[in-house]
């Protein structure tokens, strides 16, 4: 562990006009996660002390954004978007405090990892002032380019300033920096506009640096750590990158994944050992899944709590506040929210269960519907345990089935029903023999006149 004190400064002002979007690129989201708040995480992990966040474009969605993701950060605000340098400024108060490492972080690199904040940190330990972290990448338009001699690192040139020469380098800059805490100050503020964009560049400090006789050192991360998000298409790329990642860790844990470039992760599932998941199944945010369960094809979780050895699906929908305890079972088109199916309890085939609970052991036949809502407000459907619902029963809530109790198949039930009762909701059959033929033979001859 790094010893000396740290400030991570995440720059995430800019609008991302590439992006053609009215919410700020670095809320897009990866594995529904805002990129920044990734950027965040990877900071957290690697320890890299006080936080900083500099906001600017979408101010308001930012701050409030943030106060989830990193309620513990300090927000600047950066006026104009006059670069990455200028946007660095902004926390000049945070940076004055005195820190003996300041780590610069893009809020659009959403795939940094936190050792190669580490190994940043590790070469500013080391004795260096300035350490840029690059990449290499065949296509490399768009970066800043990377200008070495000697192992030394000379400057940082962005693409719209590069010669012909330049332009073919393919080391590139990730944006990540880290800079001694005793220079910062005096690096930033040497920082002029005359280039192509007459923006303050970050970049810039490289060579500031290097005419002060200061150390400048490049640390190289893949190029996946490094890949910087303007456009939509490399937002998807970096979602693919992500979901490979996650689906290899997941399955190196203990859970088999069939076709495993089909199934999709958020940042937060969590799924236990000997869990089965068949192709084509999207886990939401706020899922978590125990351990021997089966998910079957095309199935879909959102904020959902499985416990241990349930089924769900094929074609299962499990939506926020659904709830299984151990081995119970959800089957084809049966859908789920806020609900809590008990031990062993059943729903196997087309259902909707909302607002309520199903009791350990209990049957809910084909076609029930908890009817949650009349259309102003949700009542509540509590059905106690070992009851059996016959297929097609409407449950008009707020409704009570008590334990052991049996509903009839295709009853509209809108009274409570007490315990081991036997309740019929439907009207009743009329059979009348010789009546079919004779109706029959009546419309025939009618059709013939
Ligand atoms: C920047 C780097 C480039 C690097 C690339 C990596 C500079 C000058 N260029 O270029 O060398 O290869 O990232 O992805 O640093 N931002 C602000 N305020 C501003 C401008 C930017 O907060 O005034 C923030 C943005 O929100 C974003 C980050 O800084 O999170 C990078 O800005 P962006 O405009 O995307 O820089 P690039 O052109 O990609
Ligand atoms: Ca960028």
Known sequence: MNSRSCLSIVLAAGEGTRMKSATPKVLHKVAGLPMVAHVVKAAEAAGTGDLALVIGHGAEEMRKAAGKFAPAAKLFVQEKRLGTADAVLAARD????????????????????????????????????????????????????????????????????????????????????????????????????????????????????????????????????????????????????????????????????????????????????????????????????????????????????????????????????????????IGNFVEVKNTVVERGAKANHLAYLGDGRVGAGSNIGAGTIFCNYDGYSKFFTDIEANVFIGSNSSLVAPVTIGTGAYVATGSVITESVPPDALAFGRSRQTTLPGKGKQLRERRASAKKA
């Not at 020469?165 to 100050?185: D, K, V, Y």
């Not at 879909?300 to 499990?318: N, S, T």
């Open 94 to 329: 945070a940076i004055a405090t005195g820190y003996d490492d300041i780590l610069v972080m893009f809020g659009d690199t959403p795939l940094i990892d936190a050792g190669a904040l580490t190994a940043a940190r590790e070469k500013l330990a080391g004795g260096a002032a300035v350490v840029v972290l690059g990449f290499r990448t065949g296509e490399p338009t768009g970066y800043g380019r990377l200008i070495e001699k000697d192992g030394r690192l000379l400057a940082i040139r962005e693409e719209k300033d590069c010669s012909e020469e330049e332009r073919r380098i393919t080391f590139c800059n990730s944006g990540l920096m880290a800079i001694a805490g005793a220079h910062a100050l005096a690096l930033l503020e040497a920082v002029g506009n005359a280039n192509a964009k007459g923006e303050y560049y970050l970049t810039d400090i490289v060579e500031i640096a290097g005419g002060k006789g200061l150390s400048v050192v490049a640390a190289e991360a893949g190029f996946e750590d490094a890949l910087g998000i303007n456009n939509r298409v490399q937002l998807a790329e970096a979602e693919a990158i992500w979901q490979k990642r996650r689906r290899e860790a997941i399955m190196l844990s203990g859970v088999t994944l069939i076709a495993p470039e089909t199934v999709f992760f958020s940042h937060d599932t969590e799924i236990g050992p000997d869990t089965l998941v068949e192709p084509n199944v999207v886990f939401g945010v706020g899922v978590r899944i125990g351990s021997n369960v089966t998910v079957r094809g095309f199935s879909h979780f959102e904020q959902a709590d499985i416990a241990d050895g349930c089924q769900v699906g094929p074609y299962a929908r499990l939506r926020p506040g659904a709830k299984l305890q151990e081995n119970a079972h």
